[in-house]
């Protein structure tokens, strides 16, 4: 098994729930294709997974802070939370709606220091910057 999913088995062990084969697969497209509308996630899955299940595991994942929804308007996205994937931010693209991450470790050392200046401990954060990406500028 490897890190990702043998992560997954934990969080979800510790919760008293099961690795199933219908996890995997939501948990493994998740983590191929990054941020995805649950359209995008029942697209991707068809033929798979039936959409009852892809909504159940979902839900169940969302419950147990193993998945985050980020919000474009009156959409979303989904993605693996810090639970299971590396802290990142975002880019948004809000012409089309494209997500990207950003993996900045200087971000990150200049919200602690910001943090430790103001003698604030955090817990969390979550930066989306929204702009618009080179194909709807262009």
């Known amino acids: 098994m490897d890190v990702n999913l043998a992560n997954l088995n934990e969080q979800l ?9 219908s996890r995997i697969l939501v948990f ?9 509308t649950m359209r995008d996630l029942l697209i991707g899955l068809a033929g798979k997974l039936d ?6 595991n979902v839900k169940l994942f969302e419950d147990l802070g193993m998945v985050q929804r980020l919000s474009n308007g009156f ?9 299971l994937i590396n802290h990142h931010h975002h880019l948004v693209c809000i012409g089309c709606g494209a ?8 971000l ?3 919200i602690a220091d910001i943090a430790k ?6 817990k969390a954060h979550q930066i989306e910057v929204r702009g618009y ?6």
Request: hydrophobic share 30%; charged share 30%.
């Open 13 to 21: 062990k510790a919760k008293g729930f099961s690795l199933t084969q």
């Open 28 to 36: 493994e497209h998740l983590l191929k294709h990054g941020p995805l």
């Open 51 to 56: 959409r009852a299940s892809v909504y159940r």
């Open 75 to 83: 959409k979303y996205s989904l993605e693996l939370s810090d639970r």
């Open 99 to 106: 997500i990207a991450d950003i993996h900045e470790n200087k």
């Open 108 to 110: 990150e050392e200049h």
């Open 117 to 122: 200046n103001q003698g604030f401990l955090p």
């Open 133 to 138: 990406c080179r194909r709807c500028r262009a």
